[in-house]
Nanobody, 125 residues
Framework: QLQPVESGGGSVQPGGSLRLSCAAP????????IAWFRQAPGKEREGLLC????????RYADSVKGRFTVSRDDNQHTVYLQMNMLKPEDSGVYYC??????????????????WGQGAQVTVSA
C-alpha cells in the first residue's frame, strides 16, 4: 500500500522550530512531487508548499513565506518541512501528499492521490 508517513510533529513555543518528515517508501519517489498541507481546527485544508521532481519549491501560502522550507532526499525517499519562527496560528495537523507519478504540483488537495496520516503541530506559550 502506498501511503506517505509523516513524523516529527509536537508542541513548541512561539518562535521555535520543528522539522517534519514525510517518508514514502515504495513510491517511484524520484518521479513524485510532494506537497505539504495544513488543517487548523474548524478550517479547510490549506496547501502550503510543494517540491517537484526537479527540487523546485512552489509556495502556496503567503503565511509561511520566509519561515517554512521544503527539501527532499531522494535516496532516503523522504521530504522534509522545516518550520521556523513558529506562530500559534501555525497550529494544526500537517499532511504530506503525493499525486500520481510525473504529475506536477498543485495547491488543490483534489490533485493528490496519496496522503499521510497527519502530524499534529501545536504552537503555544
Amino acid at each position: 500500500q502506498l501511503q506517505p508517513v509523516e513524523s516529527g510533529g509536537g508542541s513548541v513555543q512561539p518562535g521555535g522550530s520543528l522539522r517534519l518528515s514525510c517518508a514514502a517508501p515504495g513510491f517511484a519517489f524520484g518521479y513524485s512531487s510532494i506537497a505539504w498541507f495544513r488543517q487548523a481546527p474548524g478550517k479547510e485544508r490549506e496547501g502550503l508548499l510543494c517540491i517537484n521532481t526537479s527540487g523546485d519549491t512552489i509556495r502556496y501560502a503567503d503565511s509561511v513565506k520566509g519561515r517554512f522550507t521544503v527539501s527532499r532526499d531522494d535516496n532516503q525517499h523522504t521530504v522534509y518541512l522545516q518550520m521556523n519562527m513558529l506562530k500559534p496560528e501555525d497550529s494544526g495537523v500537517y499532511y504530506c501528499a503525493a499525486p500520481m507519478a510525473y504529475a506536477a504540483c498543485s495547491a488543490n488537495s483534489d490533485h493528490y492521490d496519496y496522503w499521510g496520516q497527519g502530524a499534529q503541530v501545536t504552537v503555544s506559550a
